[in-house]
C-alpha cells in the first residue's frame, strides 16, 4: 500500500506547479465504491479541495490526487460509500504541503551545526524535512535528527521568503568524509 502520512512534504513539478498525493491499496467488503477527499485546511476550517471515487478492481484501488503548491496545508481523507452513504476508514491524514525539494551533500561545512553553539529547535511550518527514525516533519537548524545544519536552515528561511514556497531539504552531509 502507498498512502500518505501527517506532516508529508510531496514536490511540485516545475511544468505544472502542482504535487500529487498517491493513495494505493486494498479493502475488504464490497462497497460501491471508495473515495479519497482531499481538503485545504489552516483557515479555520476545512474546505472541500477534490473528490475522488472509484470502485474497487479485485479488492484495489489506486489514486493519483494532484494539489497545488504553495502555502497551503492539506488534509486528505480515505473511506468507502455503499448505498450514497460515505464512511470514512481510519483517521485523517493532516499538515501535507506541497513546494520545492533540495538536497544538501558535503562534509563538515556542508552539515553546519556548529557544535560550539546550544541546540536550536525553531522551526517553521513551511519547511519541512525526513528524519531517518521520525519521518516527515518540521525542520530545524541544530539538535535532532530533523537539523538541517546553520546554512540549510538559513537557506531554507530565505527561499521560503523570496518564492513564499513550503522547502524541503534533506542535509544528507556527514563530516571527515570524501
Do not use: H
Not at 3 to 17: E, L, S
Not at 67 to 86: Q, R
Not at 166 to 172: E, G, K
Amino acid at each position: 500500500t502507498e498512502k500518505a502520512v501527517n506532516n508529508q512534504f510531496f514536490a511540485r513539478n516545475p511544468n505544472t506547479g502542482m504535487g500529487t498525493i498517491y493513495y494505493n491499496g486494498t479493502q475488504s467488503g464490497t462497497p460501491d465504491t471508495v473515495f479519497l477527499k482531499v481538503y485545504t485546511t489552516g483557515t479555520g476550517s476545512d474546505v472541500l479541495y477534490s473528490t475522488l471515487s472509484q470502485p474497487l478492481v479485485a479488492g484495489a484501488y489506486a489514486f493519483t490526487a494532484p494539489i497545488a503548491a504553495g502555502k497551503a496545508t492539506y488534509k486528505v481523507v480515505y473511506g468507502t460509500t455503499t448505498g450514497g452513504v460515505d464512511t470514512p476508514v481510519g483517521s485523517a491524514v493532516t499538515n501535507l504541503v506541497c513546494g520545492d525539494a533540495y538536497i544538501i551533500d558535503g562534509q563538515s561545512n556542508a552539515l553546519a551545526t556548529d557544535n560550539n553553539a546550544p541546540a536550536d529547535t525553531t522551526t517553521d511550518p513551511w519547511i519541512r524535512t525526513y528524519g531517518a527514525s521520525g519521518g516527515w516533519g518540521y525542520a530545524i537548524s541544530k539538535g535532532s535528527e530533523m537539523q538541517l545544519g546553520l546554512w540549510g536552515w538559513y537557506l531554507a528561511k530565505y527561499l521560503t521568503a523570496t518564492y513564499n514556497m513550503p522547502i524541503c531539504i534533506i542535509n544528507s552531509a556527514v563530516g571527515g568524509t570524501r
